[in-house]
T-cell receptor, first 112, second 114 residues
Framework: KNQVEQSPQSLIILEGKNCTLQ??????????LRWYKQDTGRGPVSLTI?????NTKSNGRYTATLDADTKQSSLHITASQLSDSASYIC???????????FGSGTRLSIRP | SAVISQKPSRDICQRGTSLTIQCQVD?????MFWYRQQPGQSLTLIAT?????????ESGFVIDKFPISRPNLTFSTLTVSNMSPEDSSIYLC???????????FGPGTRLTVT
């Protein structure tokens, strides 16, 4: 069964600290993996997209890694800011690539 | 990239009524997706709307409950019919990028059914 699991479900950290969010997937055939940020009351916004051949991609303070062998991805946030408070969703594309599965998300709260 | 707007941004509706949600894209796109996001949950695909053809619904979603129109390449509507409190969700439309795996989302419509 195609699945995308994220951990932790929620996370609270202090402003300025780093954190890492995890995504494990069992999807076949794999096409791509995306991380989205969703602010409360907004639609998701793409942070990174990686295909099978890419194992890391950065977008400012956000760095995503992909291990296609273990089917794991992580999103590392450096020097967190209050504006990083949001849900982070891992999305995996598979089959014809127009098919995607959403993880349940990690709700991140940054405290001053 | 694509800029997507949705109307209304939120609404409170009574049980048994229907609500039509509009989605406008600033560029022509072949495919448009409609998603539902229930409280505390991630997104679930309702249907894919292609211009000039019937929408394709995912398992668990039917046309009678969620009729979709796609009159042109920049616009679509989703109607939530005969609403019940279980329909209280955020409804989002989305379009894929033509050249990459990117997908753009509208701001969502927050629906509360009382």
């Amino acid at each position: 069964k195609n699945q995308v699991e994220q951990s932790p479900q929620s996370l609270i950290i202090l402003e300025g600290k780093n954190c890492t969010l995890q995504c494990n997937y069992t999807v076949s055939p794999f096409s791509n993996l995306r991380w989205y940020k969703q602010d409360t009351g907004r639609g998701p916004v793409s942070l990174t997209i990686m295909t099978f051949s890419e194992n890391t991609k950065s977008n400012g303070r956000y760095t995503a890694t992909l291990d296609a062998d273990t089917k794991q991805s992580s999103l590392h946030i450096t020097a967190s800011q209050l504006s990083d408070s949001a849900s982070y969703i891992c999305v995996v594309g598979y089959s014809s690539a127009s098919k995607i599965i959403f993880g349940s998300g990690t709700r991140l709260s940054i405290r001053p | 990239s694509a800029v997507i707007s949705q109307k209304p941004s939120r609404d409170i509706c009574q049980r048994g009524t229907s609500l039509t949600i509009q989605c406008q894209v600033d560029s022509q796109v072949t495919m448009m997706f409609w998603y539902r996001q229930q409280p505390g949950q991630s997104l679930t695909l309702i249907a894919t709307a292609n211009q000039g053809s019937e929408a394709t619904y995912e398992s668990g979603f039917v046309i009678d409950k969620f009729p979709i129109s796609r009159p042109n390449l920049t616009f679509s509507t989703l109607t939530v019919s005969n609403m019940s409190p279980e329909d209280s969700s955020i409804y989002l439309c989305s379009v894929p990028d033509r050249d990459t795996y990117e997908q753009y989302f509208g701001p969502g419509t927050r629906l509360t059914v009382t």
